[in-house]
């Protein structure tokens, strides 16, 4: 495996190790600015460096709950539990893709167009079955 990509997912695994309890916390305590911050940070890295090393898959993943993050970050969009959810979704999609790199030295393929789908309309403000044309609710 090239030394670059053995280097990535040594500090991906490090920086997921944290977000499970960080979003946790985040949800009990939605104003949490600190862990905000310290959750987008990470997502942030893992969707910059997989430009560098031209993982495509992982990086659209990492890239839509980047944006939903920001919205909570900018104060643009409130934290909710449903947008939590959706987050922890993204991470265990980018784990997923992290465990196929591994496995294999490359991203594995798979399906991602609904969650992302979803993370981009809750990062617009709307719900995931609004962004379907579904009825929500």
Do not use: Y
């Not at 709950?65 to 969009?77: I, P, V």
């Not at 449903?82 to 798979?110: N, Y």
């Not at 990062?123 to 929500?136: L, N, V």
């Amino acid at each position: 495996m090239d030394e670059l990509i053995a280097d990535f997912l040594t500090e991906t695994h490090e920086g997921l190790s944290a977000l499970d309890q960080a979003l946790v916390r985040l949800e009990k305590q939605p104003q949490d600015a600190a862990t905000l911050s310290a959750i987008f940070r990470v997502v942030h890295t893992i969707k910059g460096t997989c430009g560098f090393l031209g993982l495509p898959r992982l990086e659209r993943v990492a890239h839509a709950a980047e944006n939903l993050l920001g919205r909570w970050r900018d104060g643009s969009l409130p934290v909710t539990p449903d947008g939590i959810t959706l987050v922890l979704s993204a991470l265990d999609r980018i784990k997923a893709i992290v465990a196929g790199i591994e496995a294999q030295g490359a991203e594995p393929a798979g399906e991602d167009a609904p969650l992302i789908a979803a993370l981009d309309a809750a990062a617009e403000g709307r719900e995931a079955g609004e962004a379907r044309g579904e009825e929500s609710g």
